[in-house]
């Protein structure tokens, strides 16, 4: 029988679309927006930017992070 990590609920550890809203606040802080118009254009380009190989790098962060969740038997991976 496999037992399984006891996972903490709503983990950003483990939800990949945080990697995503990581990513948009860096680049949007990046662009220094200062009206509604300029913040829409920053998520249009920001769409624009990403990319499959982009995604795949998300996909390897979170293969990582949730060996690191295993390791700690479900704890935060701290990373």
């Not at 399984?4 to 709503?10: E, L, V, Y």
């Not at 509604?36 to 390897?60: G, M, N, R």
């Amino acid at each position: 029988m496999v037992r399984c990590p006891k996972i903490p609920p709503h983990s950003p550890d483990l939800n990949p679309i945080e990697l995503i809203w990581a990513d948009i606040k860096r680049y949007m802080r990046s662009k220094f927006c200062t009206s509604i118009a300029d913040i829409q254009q920053c998520v249009v380009d920001y769409h624009t930017s990403l990319s499959a190989e982009k995604c795949s790098s998300y996909i390897d962060h979170m293969r990582i992070v949730m060996q690191a969740v295993i390791e700690k038997n479900g704890g935060w991976s701290n990373m």
